[in-house]
């Protein structure tokens, strides 16, 4: 960091703010977990139009969709083998798509920003949930009568 102030920067210890700002500057998000139950990084990435470069497994295969050249949709890149190899072909399709198709970047950008993770949005599931929940608790139980 001494020799190349201008290129490198080295901080010890955690600092959310920092974590934040990095992760929202970055163009591509990299996170090859072999096990990931939930994590929010890849959330938070979508929301600053970070495109994420995750493994498919776990909440990340939950909360990152495919990018589909054919049709603009999706939010990243996925790869499902947990291997060196696979994370390279993935890890190069994404720094080729950055570099070469601005346009089509952009749009995976837009659509990785318009995701809603929020809580608001989870609690009007739930409330569907709890709605179909107990509106076939109130239906008519019919009596099993036999023949």
């Known amino acids: 960091a001494a020799w190349r102030p201008d290129r490198l920067s ?3 210890g955690y600092d959310e703010r920092r974590a934040h700002l990095i992760e929202a500057g970055a163009d591509l998000f990299l996170m090859p ?3 990931e139950p939930c994590g929010l990084n890849q959330m938070y990435s979508l929301r600053y139009g970070t495109v994420p470069v995750v493994r498919a497994v776990g909440g990340l295969v939950d909360t990152v969709r495919p990018w589909n050249p054919r049709n603009g ?3 990243g890149f996925l790869f499902a083998e947990y291997s060196p190899g696979a ?3 993935t890890l190069q399709a ?6 070469g198709h601005r346009k089509a970047w952009t749009r995976l950008q837009k659509n990785g920003m318009r995701k809603d993770f929020s809580w608001e949005r989870s609690a009007r599931e739930y409330v569907k949930v709890y709605k ?5 608790r109130l239906e008519p139980q019919s009596e099993g009568r036999g023949i």
């Open 87 to 89: 994370l390279r072909a």
């Open 33 to 35: 977990s072999r096990y």
């Open 73 to 75: 949709q999706g939010t």
């Open 94 to 99: 994404a720094l080729e798509m950055c570099r």
């Open 132 to 136: 179909r929940v107990m509106a076939t």
């Open 10 to 12: 080295v901080h010890v």
